[in-house]
């Protein structure tokens, strides 16, 4: 049996093709890279012998046997292991919206899945939806209509590309919007699938989603007070 996991990796910017180059010849099939900067002080970096802040973003979804073999390249061609290098660490989805993305995240693999045992019981789900950029909007008011308060737009760059396309039979722009939205598990199910019916891969938007499960939240009290009973009092 296996899972499925959400990749997340950050490393010195100039050592980002390194890591693509990484993630290219592991096969991971599914790929968006963005930009960010640390937060270190100038005086923490020069201790460091870091020249800059800037950090790539690498985000995948990959097979626990993908991993394994990233991880192992990731040690052994760079050295992530040594301080200041980077830094890859996974999250074990919850779900995927629908199988054209079970098909492209398991391309070439033998996934067989298992039961989703871990964290099942949590309130709060991460819908990650990853798009053609511009068309976040599009994605957002599908979720809407199905119960979702809103979401947080990341523009990255698909570095998988080419696979995906042959893949999938679709034509596919490199520039992506990736949105993030956090929802109550209960209505999870159908957010997704209204994304799909209305931003899913036969759309112009081309989405693709999945989720995560959250243990805890903060700053959601709204989202809570909804769920609370109104208008029933005990006799």
Same mark, same amino acid.
């Given at each position: 049996?296996?899972r @499925?996991?959400?990749?997340?990796?950050?490393?010195?910017?100039?050592?980002?093709?390194?890591?693509?180059? !990484?993630?290219?010849?592991?096969?991971?099939?599914?790929?968006n890279?963005? @930009?960010g900067?640390g937060?270190a002080?100038?005086?923490r970096?020069?201790m460091l012998g *870091?020249?800059? !802040?800037?950090?790539?973003?690498?985000?995948?979804?990959?097979?626990d046997?993908?991993?394994?073999q990233l991880?192992?390249?990731? %040690?052994?061609?760079?050295?992530?292991?040594?301080?200041?290098t980077?830094?890859?660490?996974?999250?074990? &989805?919850?779900s995927?919206g629908g199988?054209? !993305?079970?098909r492209l995240?398991?391309?070439?693999?033998?996934?067989?899945?298992?039961e989703?045992?871990? @964290?099942?019981?949590?309130?709060?789900?991460l819908?990650?939806? %990853?798009?053609e950029q511009?068309?976040?909007?599009?994605?957002?008011?599908?979720?809407?209509?199905?119960?979702?308060?809103?979401?947080?737009? *990341?523009?990255?760059?698909?570095?998988g590309?080419?696979a995906?396309?042959?893949?999938?039979?679709?034509? &596919?722009?490199?520039?992506?919007?990736?949105?993030?939205?956090?929802?109550?598990?209960? %209505?999870?199910? !159908?957010i997704?699938?209204?994304?799909?019916k209305?931003?899913?891969?036969?759309?112009?938007?081309?989405?693709?989603?999945?989720? @995560?499960?959250v243990?805890?939240?903060?700053? &959601?009290?709204?989202?809570?007070?909804?769920?609370?009973?109104?208008?029933?009092?005990?006799?």
């Open positions: 049996m296996s @499925l996991y959400f990749a997340v990796a950050i490393a010195q910017r100039r050592l980002l093709p390194k890591f693509l180059d !990484a993630f290219r010849t592991c096969a991971v099939p599914f790929q890279v963005t @930009l900067r937060t002080s100038s005086e970096l020069d *870091i020249e800059d !802040a800037e950090k790539g973003v690498l985000l995948s979804v990959l097979t046997g993908v991993w394994l991880k192992k390249k990731l %040690v052994r061609d760079i050295r992530i292991d040594v301080p200041g980077g830094i890859a660490f996974t999250i074990p &989805l919850s995927v199988r054209t !993305a079970m995240f398991t391309r070439g693999t033998d996934f067989e899945k298992e989703e045992a871990v @964290l099942k019981e949590t309130k709060y789900e819908i990650v939806a %990853v798009c511009g068309y976040s909007e599009t994605v957002m008011d599908a979720a809407k209509k199905a119960g979702a308060g809103g979401g947080t737009v *990341i523009r990255s760059k698909g570095t590309v080419a995906a396309e042959k893949f999938m039979g679709i034509t &596919l722009a490199s520039e992506k919007d990736t949105i993030l939205i956090v929802t109550r598990a209960a %209505v999870k199910n !159908a997704m699938t209204s994304i799909l209305e931003a899913g891969p036969e759309s112009r938007a081309k989405a693709i989603c999945f989720s @995560l499960p243990t805890d939240t903060a700053g &959601l009290r709204l989202q809570e007070e909804d769920e609370e009973p109104t208008g029933q009092n005990e006799a």
